[in-house]
């Protein structure tokens, strides 16, 4: 059974919140995403496997803990998830990193798939989905499905903002899944937008509207 850990940490709230002023431009949304993605890595990779090695201090020898093994993968669901990339790789910079291309249809919200390269042996690997909005819960069931189709088993959503309804979703699809959201919004609007959330996060991102 996975868990569910809603952040709900002062440092991350106070960006969330200059995330969702409309006033805030593209190149300071991009960097509060990052900065964000970091500070929820941080808790994400909390329970990271770690093994014990021989390290010489200027004082004695000590067996001391270091991560064990490089299996990580780092899988943004584009285009919005890639925003999060280089926050979470600043964590683990040898993570390998994958993508799943998906878009919401406008009219139906349904998500459709057009992109998905995935590094080798994705199988064996953790692997850390971010994408900053869940708001039906579409895009993440599918691109958890997807991923499982190729083997993996450990996996970790991470998003800034969920709403209730995506967040249910995606642990009634995939209730192995851990999934880390930065806080939980109110509902979400006849257009499936999170409320009060922050707009559409890709189009914030790369200044496209
Ligand atoms: C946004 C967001 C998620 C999805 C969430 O992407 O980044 O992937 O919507 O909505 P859902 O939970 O209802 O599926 P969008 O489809 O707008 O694509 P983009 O990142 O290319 O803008
Ligand atoms: N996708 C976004 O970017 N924002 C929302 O509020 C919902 C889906």
Redesign the pocket.
């Known amino acids: 059974m996975g868990k569910t850990v809603i952040l709900d940490h002062p440092l991350i709230r106070h960006k969330i919140t200059l995330l969702r002023d409309e006033r805030t431009g593209t190149r300071d949304f991009r960097i509060l995403v990052e900065e964000i993605a970091m500070l929820m890595g941080y808790e994400a990779m909390r329970d990271l496997p770690t093994e014990l090695v021989e390290v010489k201090t200027p004082i004695t020898t000590a067996m001391e803990p270091m991560l064990s093994g490089k299996k990580l993968a780092v899988v943004p669901i584009l285009r919005?998830g890639l925003g999060m990339v280089d926050g979470i790789l600043a964590l683990v910079p040898s993570a390998k990193v994958g993508h799943i291309g998906l878009y919401?249809d406008e009219v139906t919200h349904e998500p459709h798939e057009y992109f998905c390269k995935l590094p080798k042996g994705i199988g064996e690997r953790l692997v850390i989905l971010p994408d900053p909005?869940l708001?039906t819960g579409g895009s993440a069931i599918q691109a958890v499905d997807f991923i499982k189709q190729k083997g993996c088993t450990n996996i970790k959503f991470m998003c800034i903002i969920a709403a209730p309804e995506g967040l249910k979703a995606l642990q009634t699809a995939h209730p192995d899944i851990d999934i880390y959201c930065g806080c939980l919004d109110d509902h979400l609007n006849e257009d499936?937008?999170?409320v009060p959330?922050l707009?559409?996060?890709?189009d914030r991102i790369f200044g496209t509207k």
Request: aromatic share 8%; net charge neutral; proline share 0%.
């Open positions: 919005a919401r909005m708001a499936a937008y999170i959330g707009g559409d996060a890709g």
